[in-house]
Structures are given as C-alpha cells and as structure tokens.
C-alpha cells in the first residue's frame, strides 16, 4: 500500500520553518526570469536605448504569451498539493501526465498565434517603425522557447506541490548560467558564436530554456520521483482530468493574461512618450521583478500550503496561515525597499546608461518600490483564493481590478499627459483593489466546501 513506503506523508504544517522551507527555493527558481531579463537588458544596453526600449516590449509581449503555461501551472500545483494533502500520491501522477499534454497543445497553439497576429498588433500599436521591425524579428525567434518553459514551469509546479521545491534551484541555475553564457555569446559574436545583434537574446533565451527543461526531467528521473508518484503510468487521455485541469487553469490563464495584456498597453502608452520613458520603465520592469522575487516566492507558497491545508480537512486553519505568510512577505518587501532606495543610483549604473538617465530615473523607481509594499500584502490574499480552488473569483477580481488600473493609466498618459512617474503610481492603485477583492472574498468564508 501507498502509506507503507517512506517519506509518503506530504501533508504540511502551519510553521514559519515550514512556510521558509518552501518558500526559500521557490524563491532561487524565480531568479531565473529575473536573472534572464536581467541579463538581456544588461547586454542590450550596450547598443543603445533603442534596444533597450524594445526589449521592454518584446518582454511583456512574451510574458504575455507565456503566462498560458503560468496559468496552467498554478492550476497544476494547487491540484498536486490538494492531492498531497489527501495523500493521495497516484492521483498527483494521473495529474501531472494530463498537463503535459495540455502544455505541449497551448505551446503550439502560443507559436502560430504569434506568427500570425504580432506583426498586425505591432505595426498598429507602435509609431516608431524600427522599434516595431526589431520587435517583430525578435519574438519569431523568441516564441519558439515556450514548450520547454512550459514544461520547465510543469516540473517546477510538481517539485513544490510535492513539497520537493529544495530541488528548484538546480535547473535555476542552469538555466541561468546557460541564458548568461548565450547573451554574451551570441549578441556580441563571443565564444565563436555568430554575432547576432538584438535577435541573439532571443536564441539565447530559448536555449536556456530548453536547458533548464531538460535539468528539470533529468531531476526528477534521478530522484526517482517518476516512481514514487507515477508520473507515466497514465499517459492515456483522460477527459476527466483534462476537464478539471482546463476548469481550475481557464480563469488564472484569463488573470495573467488580462493583467499582462494591460501592462502591455502599459508600456505601448509609455512608447507614445519616447525612448527615454520605454527604457527607464523596461529597466523598472527588471526592478520590480528583482524586488518581486521573494514576494512571489511567498504567493507561490500560499497557493501550495492553502490547497494542502484544505486537502487535510483544516479549512478553519487558512486564515491563521494566510496571516503567518503575509507578516513574512511584508518583511521581506520592507528589507527590498529600503535597500533599493539607499543604493538607487548605483543600481541603475548597472544598466551603464547617461547620467541623465540615471538622474530621470531616481524618482520613478521610489514610487515603484512603494508599489512592491502594497503587492507584498495584496498578493498573498490573491494565491489564496487560488489555493481555495474557486479560481472563477480570481478572473472575476483582476476584471475589475484591470478596468481600474487601465482607466487611471489611459488618463494619465493619453489625457494629462503626465510624467512618468504618475503612470507608475498605477502600481498602487492596483494592488490596493487586488488587496481589498480578495480579502473579503476569503473572510466571507464562500470558499468552503469547494471540491477540486
């Protein structure tokens, strides 16, 4: 029987060790779109503002595209927790084989719509025409990395859910090193590699990518978690599965990608302000998502923990550990802000770029800093309501939440004209309506009781 093997007890305990246990490698793992943004910018810097305002775009379009796998993978995990916290360690097997299936369709169906319809929404969207032939260049080459992102994401979704996220950062770190490795190599004509230009930070991308997948599986295989879970025993279609797959990731696909969709008019409104303004909000956009690191850490957390919990029968604990994560979110968020507001000025020198810039961009990052107080709080509350499994509520929250954010940036941007540093106050705006939907949401208690 499946309860006489070791080590077969997934069920989680309510304990800052426990939380940190988690969290912490999570945390390495998402270095890695940090790291690889980073890393691209850090080296496209080198050829101008240009470049670098462009990359701004063809990174949120990316993300975009890829947040289908992000979706697909939050619904992954909180399913494979639920499971772990049942116990229920085949189920997590039948599970994990019906996403990779699921993953290798969207992967396919993510390419042809790029080909199709990016150079159409660039040509329309953007006024620079340079801007708009190298974005389109760019992401032909970029897009062909998303079936191994998205079962990079698979694997990583399964280690956590599992409560095996120790193992995460291993395939980080190759992917990582294989994206920094490439960048140079191939923007720059290093390594007897060809020297690309702008499109070789996209063929580095996707190498890394495939790299870090195939860390991944081989981890998994070594481990030999394959057998413990039987992660490729049910590699036969299940219509079930697919349907409660597809139903609990249908509503965080439609989140991610109306969030994303409206920081890309985000930053195609911020295009009509010039050069300069696209690339101080691109190297903000890398910022963010440094600062980001341990908070998303922490959200991935509460997802996993919130569906473990529940799977145990300890609806009435969520509240308590909700609580416990957001306190530790918010620490971590105060250590970043004040961090990056003592040294700002040395970490924008990083991007190598004008005085001038530098200068511009001072006060832009302050107000975006103070934006990553508000998310460290408000999405804890949000990866809750996904770990409760009622994901409808978080398609239905971030509608509403969008509809505010964009008609505050439009006026700002298109109606006002305002600074820059007025555009990124929408942060705040955002997460307080995010905080606020999804509180009292998980305080009206409507969540128990449901069946995933």
Aim: without cysteine; charged residues 10%.
């Amino acid at each position: 029987m499946e309860t006489a093997l070791p080590k077969n007890n997934l069920q989680l305990e309510i304990t800052n060790r426990q939380i940190l246990s988690i969290s912490l490698p999570i945390s390495l793992s998402l270095l890695v779109p940090f790291l690889n943004f980073t890393a691209n910018n850090f080296f496209l810097s080198g050829l101008g503002e240009a470049a670098l305002g462009t990359a701004g775009i063809t990174g949120v379009y990316f993300l975009v595209v890829a947040v289908v796998g992000n979706g697909l993978n939050n619904a992954i995990q909180s399913l494979i927790a639920r499971r772990a916290g049942e116990n229920r360690l085949e189920e997590i097997g039948k599970i994990f084989s019906q996403g990779v299936r699921i993953a290798f369709i969207f992967a396919a169906i993510g390419i042809a719509l790029t080909y199709l319809f990016a150079p159409m929404i660039f040509d329309y969207a953007l006024r620079s025409q340079n801007v708009d032939a190298s974005a389109v260049n760019f992401l032909k080459i970029r897009v062909w990395g998303l079936p191994f992102l998205y079962l990079f994401q698979m694997g990583n979704a399964f280690l956590v859910g599992t409560n095996n996220s120790r193992y995460l950062m291993i395939g980080t770190l190759f992917e990582a090193g294989a994206n920094i490795f490439f960048d140079y190599g191939f923007i720059y004509g290093h390594f007897g590699l060809p020297e690309l230009g702008f499109n070789g930070a996209a063929y580095a991308s996707v190498l890394a990518e495939f790299i870090g997948m195939i860390v991944v599986f081989v981890l998994i295989f070594i481990k030999r978690l394959h057998l413990r879970f039987h992660l490729f025993n049910y590699l036969r279609y299940s219509k079930e599965l697919t349907k409660l797959i597809l139903n609990i990731s249908a509503p965080l696909i439609g989140q991610f990608s109306i969030s994303l969709i409206s920081w890309l008019i985000f930053y195609i409104l911020i295009e009509h302000h010039g050069e300069r303004a696209l690339a101080i909000s691109n190297v903000m956009r890398n910022i963010f998502s440094l600062a980001g690191i341990f908070i998303w850490a922490f959200a991935s957390t509460t997802n996993a923990m919130v569906s473990n919990i529940i799977g145990q029968g300890r609806s009435h604990d969520v509240h308590k550990l909700i609580n416990r994560i957001m306190k530790l979110s918010f620490i971590s968020a105060v250590f970043m802000f004040i961090l990056f507001n003592v040294f700002a000025h040395e970490l924008l020198s990083v991007f190598q770029l004008s005085k001038e810039f530098v200068n511009a961009a001072v006060p832009v990052l302050r107000i975006v800093t103070t934006g990553m107080l508000f998310m460290s709080i408000a999405v804890v509350w949000l990866n809750a309501v996904t770990g409760t499994g009622n994901t409808r509520m978080n398609l239905i929250i971030e509608a509403v939440t969008i509809v505010a954010y964009l008609v505050y940036v439009y006026l700002v941007l298109e109606v006002y004209k305002l600074s820059l540093l007025w555009a990124w106050a929408s942060e705040l705006i955002y997460w307080s309506v995010i905080f606020v939907m999804a509180f009292n949401y998980l305080k009206s208690d409507k969540w128990k009781g449901k069946v995933i």
